[in-house]
């Protein structure tokens, strides 16, 4: 296991290092996930439970291969997902994930997407909401390298704040060394909209039941594309914006 990492590596920059350091003796290795080409993954991550979560994956998507990931990050102390992927000719790599969380609780989302062939597609949706002083990040780095050209990669990331005291960081990083390539990043911060709230309220909803409403409007798209029947993905998201929204 290396050295305990520091705020000073960008990484690492808005971590909670000491919860970090309360299970780093402990972390395994990174997790390794090859999809072979013309493949589909989709994976879903829900939290364990645990005050500390950190989960690391290293992703290589072959020739035509296509990851759907769909991850909820709501750790009641320090969320971490790191996420490492690789794609070959015209791979198709799409992650929607969710940092929800309340309290003093400090979420993060990390990736580096490696685009190394030509023709592959990424595609990064997240979105944060955050009560209390809460600290919700996303870090996302796009490499594309000479041989990735007509890359298309996109990064869109959203958050709600619920409190002064709270914080979302989002961070896009792009390195492109090809001339032809698509690559865009949007990334936003608001509030609940005072309108809508008034709304929900001369409809007869109470404030905690009007936020919740809505704040499971703002991440519920998010779910979408989930294929089969397992979608408790979503129901724990509700769960935990209903507790944030109270």
Partial sequence: MTALPTRKLEAYRYAD?????SVWSELAPAERVGIAAQQKLQQ???????EVEVRR???TLQTGAIARIFALNNAARYGRIELDVTMHDGADFALYGANIGGSNSTLEIVTT???IAPGATSRQTVRSVLGGKATGS???RIEVAREGQQTDAEQSVKAMLLDRGATANAKPELEIFADDV????GATVGELDRNQLFYAAARGLGPVAARALLLEGFVAGLWDD???DDLGIAELAREALRKVAA
């Fill in 226 to 228: 989930i294929e089969g």
């Fill in 182 to 185: 698509k690559c865009a990043h």
């Fill in 113 to 115: 997407l490696r685009h």
């Fill in 17 to 21: 290092i000491d919860a970090l350091a």
């Fill in 57 to 59: 994956v290293e992703m």
């Fill in 138 to 140: 996303f870090l996302g």
């Fill in 44 to 50: 879903i991550w829900l939290p364990n439970g645990d």
